[in-house]
């Protein structure tokens, strides 16, 4: 995207060149600065409150699990 941005920079019109500078920075600013800075360093800072869920969302949304259930018929 930000290629893609940069290259109206380099296009005949300057209002679009404009929009493409602008779009660039902040798609930049965006991946490098938020994505990997704030972000992780937000979510270390909140810890376990970073996971709370409402009670009434928590029943709203379906349950799921990626592992299979423990078979608690002793074998």
Same mark, same amino acid.
């Given at each position: 995207?930000?290629?893609?941005?940069? !290259?109206? !920079?380099?296009? /005949? &019109?300057? $209002? $679009? @060149? &404009?929009?493409?500078?602008?779009?660039? /920075? !902040?798609? *930049? $600013?965006?991946?490098?600065?938020?994505? +990997?800075? *704030?972000? #992780? @360093?937000?979510?270390?800072?909140? /810890?376990?409150? =970073?996971?709370?869920? #409402?009670?009434? *969302?928590?029943?709203?949304? #379906?349950? *799921?699990?990626? &592992? @299979? @259930? &423990? =078979? +608690? +018929?002793?074998?």
């Amino acid at each position: 995207m930000i290629c893609v941005f940069l !290259a109206f !920079a380099v296009g /005949g &019109e300057r $209002i $679009i @060149a &404009e929009f493409g500078i602008g779009l660039g /920075g !902040a798609v *930049l $600013i965006d991946a490098l600065v938020l994505r +990997t800075v *704030l972000v #992780p @360093a937000l979510m270390h800072f909140f /810890g376990k409150a =970073n996971w709370w869920m #409402p009670k009434w *969302l928590d029943r709203a949304v #379906p349950h *799921l699990a990626v &592992e @299979a @259930a &423990e =078979n +608690t +018929t002793a074998v």
